[in-house]
């Protein structure tokens, strides 16, 4: 979690004397609990047809599926990046994404790996990295054996443009992934809350 190594160097701080360990807990939950920055604009997020498959408050990712009409498969594993750079966006990380797309009656998926960040002001950027066949007989074998990855940089300019498209009549474009970057900055939050919580815990004396 983003903040965690700041809170720890006060601990220690506080250990040696220098700071109440009590007060710089209790001042950092106040802190989260009155900021709440990802709080905003909450109900007119929506992961649209897409339901939650996984969403531990244990992990950091989530996975959501979807099951077309045509009885197409989309499934989406994300989870948050390192920091970035800009400190004059809304959400400060950017979200890592897979998605696959299989088609009915077939084991082989086309899976896609795509990044969400956060742009100044509102909304956000999604862009795809890149993208690979998955034929069914090297699924069995994937966790010996990763299959080749085609750079999407690399694809045809009119392709690359047709892929983004095939993705958002799949209900993964801009839309969705400002979806996901509140979520799993909301999720974050929530637990580093409850893991200042439970240091308070720990160190508050009992009676």
């Not at 903040?3 to 802190?31: C, F, T, W, Y």
């Not at 920091?83 to 998926?109: Q, T």
Request: aromatic residues 8%; contains cysteine.
């Amino acid at each position: 979690m983003r903040k965690v190594p700041a809170v720890l160097r006060q601990a220690r701080k506080a250990m040696l004397g220098d700071l109440d360990l009590l007060k710089v807990l209790q001042s950092e939950i106040n802190h989260e609990l009155f900021l709440k920055p990802f709080q905003e604009n909450d109900e007119s997020k929506s992961f649209g047809d897409f339901v939650v498959d996984w969403d531990s408050t244990q992990s950091q990712d989530i996975v959501l599926r979807r099951r077309c009409e045509s009885g197409e498969e989309i499934a989406v594993s994300a989870l948050l990046g390192a920091e970035g750079s800009n400190e004059n966006v809304k959400f400060p990380r950017e979200a890592f994404m897979k998605v696959g797309v299989k088609k009915p009656g077939l084991r082989s998926i086309l899976q896609f790996d795509c990044a969400a960040t956060a742009q100044i002001g509102d909304g956000c950027s999604f862009k795809i990295h890149n993208v690979n066949y998955i034929p069914s007989c090297d699924l069995d074998s994937l966790a010996r054996k990763g299959p080749s990855v085609s750079f999407f940089s690399a694809l045809d300019q009119t392709l690359q443009e047709e892929l983004y498209k095939y993705l958002e009549a799949r209900g993964v474009g801009l839309s969705f992934a400002d979806s996901l970057l509140l979520h799993l900055h909301k999720k974050e939050q929530g637990q580093y809350v409850d893991w200042l919580h439970k240091l308070q815990a720990i160190v508050t004396p009992s009676e």
